[in-house]
């Protein structure tokens, strides 16, 4: 059976019923959900009620035209890929139809195999399409490097972790102080995963605003509230097939906790402003700083919602706990300075000197004024 991930919601619009109960039975049969209407008019009603991938249009309907369903149809919702069916093909309308936007044509009578070629070429730009929006997040989340540094017993003890529920379909919660490396693991987990060749969408939950985090994580339709000037995909389809790590899980509010509870539970998500659910093929990595069973005492977090998250859990040691990992994470930051553009030899050099170094908690730095280096 095709996973959410390889699953399309469809708009099947045409006046034929033997087509409608073709269409009926056997889009579900290759893994997508279909709704099927006999009009364009029924198919744009539809619309205002669900968001879908793609919709399959007949040219030559009732009361509207497939053109014309095509035209309202990019207003409304541009995202959709449409695919125009016609009896009459010529040129000139298959021209017509792609200059109003659809993805293709197809001809009938059609073969199943045809719609089903068709489809797979909106899956896979749909993928690109999340893939680019996924690397505009890493993007914009300043990624640093994929390593966790160390070889210190604790340190070994999170390599083997990581080693043994990376290739997993299992949510992990991430626990450890600000600067130990939460972030970076969740990227480990992820690279040396099933699922390394498709998204990773990192979000800072307490970064996000609180108004707008359900739009942000689930999305919302247009016209969901004032600012909503259209269709909007979350977060959570973004990350479709690949993984989702959640920072700061601890941040979600209640509201939201009964989302992401839903969504672990039966693989669903709904847009703000939608009634129907969808499903979506997502796996949730999650890290805080706090201690969630303290919230759950203070009624901050859901106690059914950390049962789920933590169905494996990961902590991260404090830098003061593997002090012998020390000067090989000193050597990897003067490294990466290194390679730093516009770092010349002598500025190398001059970190390579004995500065006074101070390590945290969680973190290793530098003093960034060499006077201080006579303080000691």
Known sequence: MPTPHNSLRILFADDEKSLQEFMRSELPRLGHEVTVCPDGKAALKALEKTTFDAAILDLRMPGMTGIEVLEQLKQVAPDIEAIVMTGHASMETAIEAVRLGAFDYITKPCKLSEIEAVLHKVIEKRDLKHKNLALQSRVKAAEGPTVLVGDS??????????????????????????????????????????????????????????????????????????????????????????????????ELNKNIQVKLLRFLESGEIRRVGENEPFRTDVRILCATNRDLRNFIKEDHFREDLYFRINTFEIRLPALRERRSDIPSLARHLLSRAARRPGTSPSSHSAARRPHHTHFHSGTFARDPEPADASRN
Do not use: Y
């Open 153 to 250: 017993p604790p340190m070994a003890g999170v390599h083997r972790l990581i080693g043994t529920v990376a290739p997993t379909e299992s949510t992990v919660l991430i626990l450890g102080e600000t600067g130990t490396g939460k972030e970076l693991a969740a990227r480990i987990l992820w690279q040396q995963s099933k699922r390394a060749d498709m998204a990773f969408v990192p979000v800072n939950c307490g970064a996000l605003s609180e108004n707008l985090v359900e739009s942000e994580l689930f999305g919302h339709r247009k016209g969901a509230f004032t600012s909503a000037d259209r269709d909007h995909k979350g977060l959570f389809e973004v990350a479709n097939g690949g993984t989702l790590f959640l920072d700061e899980v601890g």
